[in-house]
């Protein structure tokens, strides 16, 4: 926002409900290796969000491609509801790299211009943030509105790594109707009482989802791969509040490696019935899922479902093989699943690692690293497949089942285009 002093800015951030700090754009940061040391394997991490230089985007130009089927990301899974960012959509917009002008681009709406479609295309730089805990303060909050049809799709105008978010994380509090592709970051995100909000086309360090939301969906975002002892992604509801609808499509989440010594329960993803409300169903298509110190799924027992098709679910040693453990890590062999949710159903999937005491009800065309004890059989369809050699897959044999090599920033961009 180049024509507004600081002090018009502080009073439209007070109106909008954006964090105060929310300022012009910035160079973006580099975040320091949390371990101070140095892999000689490669593998994937966080590193250093380098933005695109220049524009890449005069005029959208990529025609929306089929979902095609894979494990993990491969640039085609996509909600079909909301405009294609290669597209001219019916509403143009261009952001500063400012959250008050993104929460005054959205404001502006209308429903009859966000039905036929809105984009607002942000430019280069970095937007700040003040945290990603349930308390931090929004970078968005009260932005868009649960009444609108359609979402409305926020993009960085030059493609994919030419906006990063601050390394200290942010948080979108009660926010509707909203759809973020193709940011990256050294830090999380958090979503405190949204509905309808879309994350996609990313990579962060961490999601935290938290008191209330609906109708969330996620998709390729690739996450984790970090030393750290919280969960990489957390699924918590409080008090009476419902969570209900989270979707997963060709995702990658990655492990949080705590320190040897450590107490910490660390998980790849935890669901916690940490309320009275109603929580579920939490569903998963064509997505990675590594162990993290403790363990890949935490699906613990007021989760009402867990559906997942094709996808892989890998604990064990596998995680170890594509994010080497260092000096002074956590040296564990994570379980597949933990908890006690009563109906987790798999479809065409691939599992490494105990599977523990869920309620498994059907299982089908899916293949376990291990022979189950008969109480871990589904109890209305199917059956497991014992597939031993699952469990002493090598990095590559990992790799080679998924459509990319890795998840480094030039591979994601190479595929997350428009």
Known sequence: MQDLDRRTMMKMAALLGVGATAVACTAPEAAPDPSGTTSSTPSPSLGSPEPVTGSTLAEPNSARPATLRSFGPNGTHFPAEVPWPGNKAATELVAECDWVDIARKISGLTAAKVAAGAVVRVKPGTLPGSGYTSSARAALAGI????????????????????????????????????????????????????????????????????????????????GFRQNAEDTVGVRPTEANEMVNISRHGCVFGPSVKPAGSNAHCDTIQLEGTGSGAFGPFTSVDCVDYGSSNAAELLQDKLVRAEYTHCMILGGQLPWRVYPLRSGDYQGEPNAFA????????????????????????????????????????????????????????????????????????????????
Request: one cysteine or more; glycine letters at 14%.
């Open 144 to 223: 868009g509105n649960s009444s609108w049809t359609r979402n409305v799709l926020i993009v960085p105008r030059d493609g994919f790594g030419s906006v990063t978010i601050a390394a200290s994380g942010i948080r979108f509090d009660k926010c509707a109707r909203l759809s973020f592709f193709g940011f990256t970051g050294n830090g999380g995100v958090a979503l405190t009482e949204c509905y309808a909000i879309h994350l996609g086309w990313s990579r962060f360090a961490a999601i935290n989802i938290t008191r209330r939301g609906r109708d969330l969906g996620f998709y390729e975002l690739v996450v």
């Open 339 to 418: 908890g006690g949710c009563q109906d987790v159903r798999l479809t065409d999937s691939v599992v490494a690692g105990p599977i523990g005491r869920m309620g498994f009800t059907h299982v089908n065309n899916t293949r376990l690293s291990y022979a189950p004890q008969g109480t871990q059989q589904p109890s209305s369809s199917g059956g497991w497949i014992t597939d031993t050699s699952v469990g002493s897959w090598t990095r590559d044999q990992i790799m080679g089942q998924q459509s990319i090599p890795d998840y480094e920033l030039p591979t994601l961009r190479r595929i997350w285009t428009w």
